[in-house]
């Protein structure tokens, strides 16, 4: 009975050996396909499944961030195009539940509002939960421009933004407007009434 209880013990622990070793190859394999352009193509086409995204011009992998030469987004009238973007991440940091972003940055941001007017105001959102905690060390944006009702363009946007869980927070250290130069941070709550505190110099 012994012998049979040593036997099954040994089976046991060569499975378990041969699983985790197994586990290790798999994890191996995976981190290194995400080193691949491939890793970025695949990822990039099923963010095109449910987001109405189009690119050109991508460089880079889901491990080593991206750069994208044109990106445009565009749903119910509203269109955002983004030029020469790119995004360094650090992708180990979803293992502790954050989304943490080293840097993104843009050449030219222009968003283009051709949705028709509603026939009263429109409702403030219920909450801006995204679901995880989120860090963005530097944002760094060249030119922007918004054309809609009015036409509103800035240059220089620099800043980083942070999200906790219960508060987002943006700092911008820096934006042109006209002639001035402004700096600034504002805070809002995630869910209801979510309260916004902001503050702006320059």
């Known amino acids: 009975m012994s012998r049979l209880l040593a036997r099954a013990t ?41 987001q109405p995204i189009a690119t050109e011009g991508v460089t880079g992998s889901l491990r080593s961030g991206l750069r994208i030469q044109r990106l445009v987004w565009e749903q119910g009238g509203l269109r955002a195009e983004a030029g020469d973007v790119r995004l360094e991440w650090n992708p180990l940091s979803l293992l502790a539940g ?20 509603p026939a009263g ?39 980083d933004y942070v999200f906790g869980g219960r508060h987002h927070l943006l700092r911008v250290s820096g934006l042109t407007v006209g002639s001035g130069r402004y700096q600034g941070r504002a805070t809002l709550g995630a869910t209801g009434p979510m309260p916004l505190d902001a503050s702006v110099q320059g």
């Not at 985790?20 to 990039?44: E, F, I, R, V, Y």
């Not at 954050?98 to 028709?116: C, I, N």
């Not at 429109?122 to 963005?136: F, I, M, Q, S, Y």
């Open 10 to 50: 040994r089976a046991a622990a060569v499975l378990l050996l041969v699983l985790l070793g197994l586990t290790a190859l798999l994890s191996a394999g995976l981190w290194w396909w995400t080193g691949t352009d491939g890793s970025l193509a695949w990822a990039l086409q099923r963010v095109a499944r449910w």
């Open 98 to 117: 954050e989304l943490h972003l080293r840097q993104f940055s843009a050449a030219s941001l222009m968003v283009t509002d051709r949705r028709p007017a």
């Open 121 to 159: 105001p429109r409702p403030p959102p219920l909450a801006l939960d995204p679901g995880l905690r989120l860090t963005l060390d530097e944002v760094a944006i060249g030119r922007l421009r918004w054309d809609g009702a009015t036409v509103l363009e800035a240059s220089g946007l620099a800043g």
